[in-house]
């Protein structure tokens, strides 16, 4: 037994010290993504974009799969990934984190990107013409998306604040589904009155005939503002050559539907393409999510 | 001491994961049980007055057919050549995490029950010594508080955050908070072993640590080993839920499946979480079962599993490609104090009123939950046990009831969780629920063991003595069983307690929803404020759970 024991501590010894030794690490870009349309499907494809961006910038590319924004925000600030597909506001509290953080690109629905309110018919909500008639959802049980979610959460939560529903305004506690998908489900099972989520994700379920409409039903369309984008960070020309963050940016805008191993990655991305963007885009997401607490 | 004397104390005392539950301490008496009933009768209808809480009926039986739709999936799970190979691959990864955290968490438990056994520190000293001696356990104890209080999804974010992507981060948060609880099991292991051999050597003026390595050590270890098997069964488990914070697994494979609902991918996953728990669930019993029967460690079971976690330990080393040099990185300490200066100080201008709440609605679903757990456990632990003679119906019976708990705590929290949202109003009640079945899951077998593991002859002489099955149970079973049970429950509260960060779905607010929010946020100075709280809640329900122990013995 002790024999047996020895043996046991002096191998795994041996084991860790051997697993230390790491050498010198390659560069390379280290990217993610969480995005809104098939997560799945993006997360186990994911080769495709590394492999894409690799034969286009010459330097190694490694994909990351991730499903919690906070990880990923933290795990960007730590520096662990050079360049993130971020929600609208994991965007703005990244680039927080890190000052100076440039946003590269958007997807071309991600400017005038919108959210749903939707309700169970038995509710008897009708669907109301502009923002101030989100009043009508006051008292009501309401559910959000994820936590961190721009169209799930921040400004669903922003626009109900214009028409003067506040946080405390729902009966009970307002939920966090956990995602777009999640959240038509718990309203249709009738858990929840009223949801708010990502149009695109509601339009694409009622098209599918994924939604029983009987028992649930969009009620408003929001305004449109901006959402998912590509961070880099500000070290990436330090670490990969200077002009490598440009030439990144080339190669996302550069990404062509006609092209069949571009039209595939757009699709995961749930893209028509990449298109430039702006810090100033996302100016109105930091300073609502400066309201809602949700940025320091 | 011979063998055969060592054998027969090892199978008079109560297997080692029992010992969680079963703490040392002496009893109170009648009047102590009366107040300790008292105040968890009161606990329990303030929860269950809480409930009243929720607007509208509680159960909406409209919302079944989302459940069925999630339970028809079951017979449907995908079989896409690509996605199994995928899930094949995280369940490796998911048994890599949970057995590199079970090594740490052992490792660490061993060090840590030693330097938090009484034995070590108080043990031939005398006077201002001793009392200096007492001052330093009882620091040691407290601290061990502190890594249990917080859950395994924390401790990995932490982790995260000064480590960054590498699965050293699952490795360390499951094996930290495991080895406080091992380091404390441990800590009474040593304090319960006969201390004769080793108060001589102290007084032959042997050194501390030689005279505990040479007497009480040989005694202790080996029940160390087999509670290690038993924490790995627990280690699967976390390492799924920590695949859920992106760690990577099986965890992360549900998350994925899980976010567009898609229930043919989801039951593939749990169908591979079942097959773990299951397989580690016979594994880890057959080992412990030997140990509890009195087996020499040449027994050829307990030898080839000790060879077998050998194997699986670096063939985990090698999946992961786990590199340790990242602990002693200069990044990781600048990163680490920045965490800290985030955090420190604590946000103290919180509104009082909100977090009061917060911890009333958690302690509230903590209650309910863990008495659905003890309810349900008492109630499936007697067909889960094989007692008496092996016939082929008892054989399913016992098959069958066992099958149905490794069900209940294969599926994680927050799946129960939504499933429960779907047909109840959204509150305390799905959260307790989700938590209730979970914990039942885990709480019905270690139950039916220590059905198992009862003293058999009051129920024979009552059988002799012509009594009918319902007299036996009720005069030799239920008052040998009863206290046990309520043990392992109080045990498990104070873990349900951390769990409730876990199930923030169901919308019921809590301290779970509410770190959540600030985790979100990346507001960590409120974070740690929350925490504390949470580490408070713990103690006092450990504190609670200990008084209640002591007046049912």
């Known amino acids: ?296 | 001491m011979t063998d055969t004397l060592e054998s027969r104390e090892a199978s008079t005392l109560p297997p080692v994961e029992l010992r969680e539950a079963a703490g040392a301490v002496a009893g109170t008496g009648r009047r102590g049980a009366r107040w300790w009933s008292g105040v968890g009768l009161v606990l329990l209808i303030a929860s269950l007055g809480a409930l009243a809480w929720t607007p509208g009926p509680l159960v909406r039986p409209e919302g079944f057919t989302l459940v069925t739709d999630f339970l028809g999936a079951a017979t449907t799970p995908s079989t896409d050549g690509a996605f199994l190979a995928v899930v094949g691959s995280a369940a490796v990864t998911t048994v890599a995490y949970a057995v590199l955290g079970t090594v740490v968490s052992v490792v660490l438990g061993f060090v840590g029950g030693i330097l938090s056994s009484e034995v070590w520190w108080l043990e031939g000293r005398h006077g201002a010594a001793r009392r200096r001696a007492t001052a330093g356990w009882i620091a040691v104890r407290g601290t061990l508080v502190l890594p249990r209080a917080i859950h395994e999804v924390i401790w990995g974010l932490v982790f995260l955050s000064v480590l960054g992507l590498t699965p050293l981060v699952a490795v360390l948060a499951i094996g930290i908070p495991f080895g406080a609880v091992t380091a404390k099991v441990f800590s009474e292991l040593l304090d319960e072993s006969p201390r004769r051999p080793y108060r001589a050597a102290l007084a032959a003026g042997t050194p501390r640590a030689i005279a505990l390595l040479h007497t009480l050590l040989p005694v202790a270890w080996s029940d160390l080993l087999s509670y290690g098997f038993y924490r790995f069964e627990c280690a699967i488990r976390s390492a799924a839920i920590l695949g859920l914070i992106g760690a990577g697994g099986l965890g992360f494979q549900l998350a994925l499946s899980l976010q567009t609902l898609n229930y043919r991918e989801v039951w593939t996953v749990l169908y591979a979480l079942i097959v773990l728990s299951a397989a580690t669930d016979v594994w880890s019993s057959a080992v412990r079962r030997r140990r509890a029967s009195g087996a020499r460690p040449g027994n050829p079971v307990i030898r080839g599993s000790l060879v077998a976690a050998l194997v699986l330990g670096l063939f985990s080393l090698w999946w992961v490609q786990l590199d340790l040099s990242v602990l002693v990185a200069a990044d990781t300490w600048r990163l680490a104090g920045q965490i800290v200066t985030d955090a420190w100080p604590p946000t103290l201008d919180v509104p009082v009123f909100e977090l009061v709440v917060a911890a009333l609605i958690t302690v509230a679903m903590s209650v309910l939950a863990i008495v659905l757990a003890v309810a349900g456990g008492a109630v499936l632990a007697f067909p889960a046990a094989s007692t008496g003679a092996p016939t082929i119906g008892r054989r399913v019976r016992v098959v069958a009831t066992r099958a149905v708990l490794i069900v209940l705590r294969a599926l994680p929290p927050p799946v129960w969780a939504l499933l429960f949202l779907f047909v109840m109003a959204p509150g305390l009640l799905p959260g307790a629920m989700a938590l209730g079945v979970y914990t039942l899951g885990i709480l019905g077998r270690l139950m039916a063991e220590s059905v198992e593991n009862l003293e058999r002859r009051p129920q024979q002489a009552l059988q002799a003595a012509g009594a009918s099955g319902a007299a036996v149970s009720v005069y030799a079973v239920v008052p040998a069983v009863a206290p046990r049970f309520v043990a392992f429950g109080l045990y498990r509260w104070e873990v349900t307690i951390r769990e409730t960060v876990v199930v923030g779905v169901v919308g019921a607010g809590g301290l779970g929803l509410l770190l959540n929010d600030q985790l979100t946020s990346f507001d960590y100075a409120a974070s740690l404020t929350t925490l504390a709280v949470v580490v408070v809640l713990t103690a006092l329900v450990d504190a609670t759970s200990a008084g209640v122990r002591r007046s049912v013995r």
Request: overall charge negative; some cysteine; charged content about 20%.
């Open chain 1, 1 to 296: 037994m002790r024999r047996v024991l020895a043996v046991i501590v002096l191998v795994l010894t041996a084991a860790l010290t051997a697993a230390c030794g790491g050498g010198a690490e390659p560069r390379e870009l280290v990217i993610s993504a969480i995005p809104d349309q098939d997560p799945q499907k993006l997360q186990r494809l994911y080769g495709a974009l590394a492999e894409r961006l690799t034969g286009t910038l010459g330097f190694p590319v490694r994909y990351v799969p991730l499903t919690d924004y906070a990880a990923s925000v933290t795990a960007y600030r730590r520096g662990d990934l050079d360049m993130v597909f971020f929600g609208g506001l994991t965007g703005v509290q990244a680039r927080q984190q890190v000052p100076g953080s440039v946003p590269l690109a958007q997807r071309d629905v991600d400017e005038r990107f919108r959210s749903v309110f939707v309700a169970t018919t038995a509710s008897g909500i009708a669907p109301v013409a502009d923002v101030a008639g989100l009043r009508s959802v006051g008292g009501r049980s309401l559910t959000f998306g994820s936590e961190s979610s721009t169209s799930g959460r921040l400004m669903p939560q922003f626009f109900l604040d214009q028409a003067g529903v506040g946080p405390n305004a729902f009966r009970g506690p307002s939920g966090f589904s956990g995602s777009h998908d999640a959240t038509i489900a718990v309203v249709t099972s009738g858990a929840y009155e009223v949801g708010a989520l990502n149009s695109s994700v509601w339009d694409q379920r009622v098209a599918a005939g994924q939604v029983d409409t009987t028992k649930v039903r969009e009620i408003f369309r929001t305004p449109t503002y901006h959402d998912y984008h590509w961070l880099a960070r500000p070290d990436i020309d330090d670490e990969l050559g200077a002009g490598a963050t440009s030439r990144i940016r080339d190669a996302l805008l550069g990404l062509r539907p006609s092209d069949p191993v571009d039209k595939n990655i757009l699709d995961l991305f749930g893209a028509g393409s990449f298109i430039p963007t702006q810090p100033q885009n996302y100016d109105q997401v930091e300073q609502v999510g400066r309201s809602l607490g949700l940025v320091q």
